[in-house]
Protein backbone atom coordinates (compact mmCIF):
# COMPACT_ATOMS: atom_id res chain seq x y z
CA UNK A 1 0.00 0.00 0.00
CA UNK A 2 1.15 3.83 -0.81
CA UNK A 3 0.21 7.07 -0.53
CA UNK A 4 1.55 9.84 -2.18
CA UNK A 5 0.64 13.45 -1.60
CA UNK A 6 1.49 16.18 -4.05
CA UNK A 7 0.72 19.58 -5.02
CA UNK A 8 2.14 20.69 -1.49
CA UNK A 9 4.41 24.74 -2.27
CA UNK A 10 5.03 28.07 -0.83
CA UNK A 11 2.00 30.75 -1.45
CA UNK A 12 0.97 34.03 -0.21
CA UNK A 13 -1.22 34.55 2.88
CA UNK A 14 -5.40 34.62 1.21
CA UNK A 15 -3.81 32.31 -1.87
CA UNK A 16 -4.95 29.09 -2.66
CA UNK A 17 -3.59 25.01 -2.92
CA UNK A 18 -4.91 22.04 -4.06
CA UNK A 19 -3.16 18.85 -2.95
CA UNK A 20 -3.66 15.58 -4.33
CA UNK A 21 -2.90 11.81 -2.59
CA UNK A 22 -3.13 8.99 -4.93
CA UNK A 23 -3.30 5.95 -3.45
CA UNK A 24 -1.75 2.37 -4.31
CA UNK A 25 -4.26 0.39 -2.47
CA UNK A 26 -6.75 -2.38 -2.99
CA UNK A 27 -10.88 -1.37 -2.90
CA UNK A 28 -10.11 2.38 -2.13
CA UNK A 29 -13.96 3.25 -2.50
CA UNK A 30 -14.01 1.20 1.16
CA UNK A 31 -11.52 3.19 3.18
CA UNK A 32 -11.98 6.26 4.94
CA UNK A 33 -9.42 9.10 3.82
CA UNK A 34 -8.07 11.71 5.00
CA UNK A 35 -5.40 14.60 5.97
CA UNK A 36 -3.34 15.44 8.92
CA UNK A 37 -0.84 17.95 9.27
CA UNK A 38 2.31 18.86 11.28
CA UNK A 39 3.74 22.37 11.90
CA UNK A 40 7.37 22.52 13.06
CA UNK A 41 7.49 22.46 17.31
CA UNK A 42 3.47 21.26 17.51
CA UNK A 43 2.10 18.27 17.56
CA UNK A 44 0.24 16.30 14.69
CA UNK A 45 -3.36 17.75 13.68
CA UNK A 46 -6.35 16.27 12.39
CA UNK A 47 -7.45 18.29 8.82
CA UNK A 48 -10.25 16.67 7.35
CA UNK A 49 -11.47 13.51 6.29
CA UNK A 50 -14.23 12.06 4.43
CA UNK A 51 -16.06 8.80 5.22
CA UNK A 52 -15.91 5.73 3.28
CA UNK A 53 -19.48 5.12 2.97
CA UNK A 54 -21.98 7.74 1.84
CA UNK A 55 -18.95 10.65 1.69
CA UNK A 56 -20.00 12.78 4.51
CA UNK A 57 -16.84 15.00 5.53
CA UNK A 58 -16.19 16.60 8.65
CA UNK A 59 -13.17 19.08 9.11
CA UNK A 60 -11.39 20.60 12.24
CA UNK A 61 -12.71 24.36 13.16
CA UNK A 62 -9.54 25.90 12.07
CA UNK A 63 -10.29 24.87 8.35
CA UNK A 64 -14.06 24.68 7.94
CA UNK A 65 -15.29 27.11 5.23
CA UNK A 66 -12.03 27.52 3.75
CA UNK A 67 -10.97 24.03 3.06
CA UNK A 68 -12.27 20.88 1.08
CA UNK A 69 -11.96 17.27 1.11
CA UNK A 70 -12.68 15.38 -2.51
CA UNK A 71 -12.25 11.64 -3.68
CA UNK A 72 -12.36 10.02 -6.93
CA UNK A 73 -13.38 6.56 -6.09
CA UNK A 74 -12.44 5.32 -9.62
CA UNK A 75 -9.15 7.09 -9.76
CA UNK A 76 -8.02 6.14 -6.34
CA UNK A 77 -7.33 9.95 -5.36
CA UNK A 78 -8.30 11.93 -2.62
CA UNK A 79 -7.75 15.67 -2.94
CA UNK A 80 -7.91 18.92 -0.16
CA UNK A 81 -8.55 22.28 -1.72
CA UNK A 82 -7.37 24.56 0.19
CA UNK A 83 -8.56 28.42 -0.25
CA UNK A 84 -8.19 31.18 1.73
CA UNK A 85 -4.67 29.95 3.42
CA UNK A 86 -3.27 31.65 6.47
CA UNK A 87 0.28 31.23 7.66
CA UNK A 88 -0.54 29.29 10.49
CA UNK A 89 -1.58 26.69 8.23
CA UNK A 90 1.85 26.24 7.30
CA UNK A 91 2.78 22.41 7.77
CA UNK A 92 3.55 19.25 6.16
CA UNK A 93 0.21 17.63 5.35
CA UNK A 94 -0.23 13.99 5.87
CA UNK A 95 -3.01 11.81 3.12
CA UNK A 96 -4.20 8.95 5.62
CA UNK A 97 -6.42 5.87 4.77
CA UNK A 98 -8.11 3.64 6.84
CA UNK A 99 -10.53 0.37 6.03
CA UNK A 100 -14.41 0.74 6.29
CA UNK A 101 -14.07 2.60 9.41
CA UNK A 102 -16.04 5.90 11.02
CA UNK A 103 -14.13 9.25 10.51
CA UNK A 104 -11.13 8.93 13.40
CA UNK A 105 -9.58 12.37 14.43
CA UNK A 106 -6.72 10.98 16.83
CA UNK A 107 -4.59 9.54 14.04
CA UNK A 108 -5.45 5.61 14.53
CA UNK A 109 -5.02 5.41 10.50
CA UNK A 110 -3.80 2.20 8.77
CA UNK A 111 -1.85 4.27 6.17
CA UNK A 112 0.04 7.30 6.06
CA UNK A 113 1.63 8.90 3.18
CA UNK A 114 5.37 10.64 3.56
CA UNK A 115 3.99 13.76 3.79
CA UNK A 116 3.77 17.55 1.48
CA UNK A 117 5.14 21.15 2.72
CA UNK A 118 2.48 23.39 2.53
CA UNK A 119 4.10 26.61 3.41
CA UNK A 120 1.78 29.99 3.57
CA UNK A 121 3.62 33.55 3.68
CA UNK A 122 2.37 36.93 5.29
Known amino acids: VQLVESGGGLVQAGGSLRLSCAAS????????MGWFRQAPGKEREFVGA????????DYTDSVKGRFTISRDNAKNMLYLQMNSLKPEDTAVYYC????????????????WGQGTQVTVSS
Open 96 to 111: VAKFQSDIDYSGAYDY
Open 25 to 32: ISNFNRYT
Open 50 to 57: VYWSGGNS
